[in-house]
């Protein structure tokens, strides 16, 4: 085997370690790389239209099936590009293999084209690898995959010189890649916890990303949950770790939290939070109450306390620590968990409803009730992915998701651009052509338009409902701006549909929720992508405006 080269050694390595789809760009210094994957059969190459969409078609498709898939750019622009998706990534704890065709060693500092400092990219991926020598290739590639696979996951950058890609290693070994399992001892934490929730009266499980990235850790979370008789609240990470219509469910945390949902944290003694945090987008700047007393189950050791006091921490994995705090626990809890959540939820919904919210024949359409009709539409199993914006603070709570893998949305880097690329990523994962739906909002749509030609040139079944109030919502809406008497960041309302038509993409415009609804149905039974623009009211509430009412739950 001494012709291999350095991408034979890392296609090798990547396959090894599970991977099967590349995401990339090409480029002149990426060629040795792509020329290998187009070449050999155990990998599928997705092309994008732009540097930035590329970790998030990775992130989404690891998001739906758990799979990690790799990402290759040229360096400098390339990198830079994608450095986005990294830190989105590194944020939400998916594991990528970042491949970046790096400039040769001997030749930084002379200014070769795209160079930049390989260590700009340390704050933005779990770990920054830079290959200098033939010599260093598997081991170095070997070690940044493991990182990438242990938890709690991330990307890694691998810097690998194109001359390195291209060049003989000779007979240089395979990489060998193992993942690292980490133990700790949490005895007295474990004793401590389950003292706390055998006395607690009125306990609450929060889940976070840390129940989705586990291993069992969503039924986990539901049977210690349901053992406490405690309701369930989420982050947005956590969304879909229980199934939206479970009676538990209280909806998702943030600055459009239900009231009577802040109501029962405010009342809860006792809060299990399972694999969160606690970042301040999904706490509302860390206002949120986590209940008298908090036990604190997270795999990092950086997390804890780092946002909200933990009287017990225990750093272990999410199905692990429920399962075994439930095997030790005396106490049924002391409130009924279903009927708190089905008392928070059909007080919101009423409330809803009686601004109007929830009209699907209201025209423009509000967004509350174009989610209820899309939602009616997309069978439960479908994956569905989220843009960043007001869109998607709608979505927390009035989009239920069944299933985690069903349901792809940004943490605290809630950065634009993310939701089309995530629907491509989940639709290459899907088996048999099956469909994929994206809810974005038309600001970010913008941001990643791009990329309405790759779903059409890959032939996938994405179905991209966009909520068109043509304004920044989530800023002309806010409160600064009315203190500042600025005007809305607005514009003429554009015909996405038409752009979508000349993407290859079938376009369709609506005006109500209902014919929204009946549009993604009909999408949905055909082959191909389909866009439905939508027209949604400009000046309909936020969502966090529409969650601010006084609640007449009552807990003591």
Same mark, same amino acid.
């Given at each position: 085997m001494?012709?291999?080269?350095g991408?034979?050694?890392?296609?090798?390595?990547?396959?090894?370690?599970?991977?099967?789809?590349?995401?990339?760009?090409?480029?002149?210094q990426?060629?040795?790389?792509? %020329?290998?994957?187009?070449?050999?059969?155990?990998?599928?190459?997705?092309?994008?239209?732009?540097?930035t969409?590329?970790?998030?078609?990775?992130?989404?498709?690891?998001?739906?099936?758990? %799979?990690?898939?790799?990402?290759?750019?040229?360096?400098?622009?390339?990198?830079?590009?994608?450095?986005?998706?990294? !830190?989105?990534?590194?944020?939400?704890?998916?594991?990528?293999?970042?491949?970046?065709a790096?400039?040769a060693?001997?030749?930084?500092?002379?200014?070769?084209? #795209?160079?930049?400092?390989?260590?700009?990219?340390?704050?933005?991926?779990k770990?920054?690898?830079?290959?200098?020598?033939?010599?260093?290739?598997?081991?170095?590639?070997?070690?940044?995959?493991?990182?990438?696979?242990?938890e709690?996951?991330?990307?890694?950058?691998l810097?690998?010189?194109?001359?390195?890609? /291209?060049?003989?290693?000779?007979?240089?070994?395979?990489?060998?890649?193992?993942?690292?399992?980490?133990?700790? =001892?949490n005895a007295?934490?474990?004793? /401590?916890?389950?003292?706390?929730?055998?006395?607690?009266?009125?306990?609450?499980?929060?889940?976070?990303?840390?129940?989705?990235?586990?291993?069992?850790?969503?039924?986990?979370?539901?049977?210690?949950?349901?053992?406490?008789?405690?309701?369930?609240?989420?982050?947005? !990470?956590?969304?879909?770790?229980?199934?939206? =219509?479970?009676?538990?469910?209280?909806?998702?945390?943030?600055? #459009?939290?239900?009231?009577?949902?802040? /109501?029962?944290?405010?009342?809860?003694?006792?809060?299990?939070?399972?694999?969160?945090?606690?970042d301040?987008?999904?706490?509302?700047?860390?206002?949120l109450?986590?209940?008298?007393?908090?036990?604190?189950?997270?795999?990092?050791?950086?997390?804890?306390?780092?946002?909200?006091?933990?009287?017990?921490? +225990?750093?272990?994995?999410?199905?692990?620590?429920?399962?075994?705090?439930?095997?030790?626990?005396?106490?049924?809890?002391?409130?009924?968990? *279903?009927?708190?959540?089905?008392?928070?939820?059909?007080?919101?919904? *009423? #409330?809803?409803?009686?601004?109007?919210?929830?009209?699907?024949? %209201?025209?423009?359409?509000?967004?509350?009730?174009?989610?209820?009709?899309?939602?009616?539409?997309?069978?439960?199993?479908?994956?569905?992915?989220?843009?960043?914006?007001?869109?998607?603070?709608?979505?927390?709570?009035?989009?239920?998701?069944?299933?985690?893998?069903?349901?792809?949305?940004?943490?605290?880097?809630?950065?634009?651009?993310?939701?089309?690329?995530?629907?491509?990523?989940?639709?290459?994962?899907?088996?048999?052509?099956?469909?994929?739906?994206?809810?974005?909002?038309?600001?970010?749509?913008?941001?990643?338009?791009?990329?309405?030609?790759?779903?059409?040139?890959?032939?996938?079944?994405?179905?991209?409902?966009?909520?068109?109030?043509?304004?920044?919502?989530? +800023?002309? !809406?806010?409160?600064?701006?009315?203190?500042?008497?600025?005007?809305?960041?607005?514009?003429?309302?554009?015909?996405?549909?038409?752009?979508?038509?000349?993407?290859?993409v079938?376009?369709?415009?609506?005006?109500?929720?209902?014919?929204?609804?009946?549009?993604?149905?009909?999408?949905?039974?055909?082959?191909?992508?389909?866009?439905?623009?939508?027209?949604?009211?400009?000046?309909?509430?936020?969502?966090?405006?529409?969650?601010?009412?006084?609640?007449?739950l009552?807990?003591?």
């Amino acid at each position: 085997m001494t012709d291999r080269t350095g991408a034979d050694v890392l296609y090798d390595a990547l396959r090894e370690a599970g991977v099967e789809v590349l995401v990339g760009l090409p480029g002149t210094q990426t060629l040795p790389l792509d %020329r290998v994957v187009a070449e050999r059969d155990g990998m599928e190459y997705v092309m994008a239209r732009h540097e930035t969409a590329i970790p998030h078609v990775a992130w989404g498709y690891y998001e739906t099936t758990g %799979r990690p898939a790799a990402t290759l750019t040229v360096p400098g622009p390339g990198d830079t590009n994608a450095m986005h998706g990294l !830190k989105n990534a590194a944020e939400d704890c998916v594991p990528i293999l970042h491949v970046s065709a790096d400039v040769a060693p001997a030749e930084r500092g002379k200014g070769p084209i #795209h160079e930049l400092d390989p260590e700009t990219f340390d704050t933005v991926v779990k770990e920054n690898v830079s290959v200098e020598r033939a010599v260093d290739l598997p081991s170095a590639v070997a070690a940044g995959i493991e990182t990438a696979l242990t938890e709690p996951y991330g990307p890694v950058r691998l810097g690998v010189p194109s001359p390195l890609l /291209a060049g003989s290693v000779g007979d240089a070994p395979d990489a060998s890649v193992t993942p690292e399992t980490r133990t700790y =001892d949490n005895a007295d934490a474990y004793a /401590a916890a389950r003292a706390l929730l055998d006395d607690a009266e009125r306990p609450l499980v929060y889940a976070g990303g840390g129940a989705r990235r586990s291993t069992g850790g969503a039924a986990a979370a539901r049977r210690i949950a349901a053992r406490l008789d405690a309701p369930v609240l989420t982050s947005y !990470k956590g969304k879909g770790v229980v199934p939206g =219509d479970d009676p538990r469910h209280l909806g998702v945390t943030g600055s #459009h939290t239900p009231a009577g949902a802040v /109501a029962t944290l405010d009342a809860a003694d006792v809060v299990l939070a399972l694999g969160t945090d606690f970042d301040g987008v999904t706490t509302d700047h860390w206002s949120l109450a986590m209940g008298d007393a908090l036990i604190h189950v997270t795999l990092s050791l950086d997390d804890i306390d780092a946002a909200y006091d933990a009287d017990v921490a +225990i750093v272990d994995d999410v199905a692990n620590a429920a399962d075994r705090l439930r095997d030790g626990l005396d106490s049924d809890g002391g409130w009924d968990g *279903a009927q708190v959540g089905r008392s928070v939820r059909e007080e919101y919904h *009423a #409330h809803l409803s009686e601004r109007g919210l929830l009209d699907a024949e %209201r025209a423009p359409a509000v967004t509350p009730a174009l989610l209820r009709t899309v939602r009616d539409a997309v069978p439960r199993d479908v994956p569905v992915t989220t843009d960043v914006g007001g869109f998607r603070l709608w979505s927390m709570q009035a989009f239920e998701a069944y299933a985690p893998e069903t349901f792809v949305t940004a943490g605290s880097w809630a950065g634009m651009g993310v939701g089309l690329p995530a629907a491509i990523g989940a639709a290459v994962g899907r088996d048999d052509d099956a469909p994929v739906v994206c809810l974005t909002g038309d600001g970010g749509l913008m941001m990643c338009l791009h990329e309405l030609h790759t779903v059409a040139e890959e032939g996938l079944n994405v179905v991209t409902v966009v909520s068109n109030n043509a304004d920044y919502g989530v +800023i002309s !809406k806010s409160p600064k701006i009315r203190e500042s008497e600025s005007e809305a960041f607005a514009w003429e309302r554009a015909d996405l549909a038409a752009v979508a038509e000349g993407m290859g993409v079938r376009g369709t415009t609506v005006h109500t929720a209902r014919e929204a609804g009946d549009a993604v149905a009909a999408a949905l039974e055909r082959d191909g992508p389909d866009l439905v623009d939508v027209t949604v009211e400009s000046d309909e509430p936020s969502a966090a405006a529409a969650s601010d009412y006084e609640s007449d739950l009552d807990f003591a």
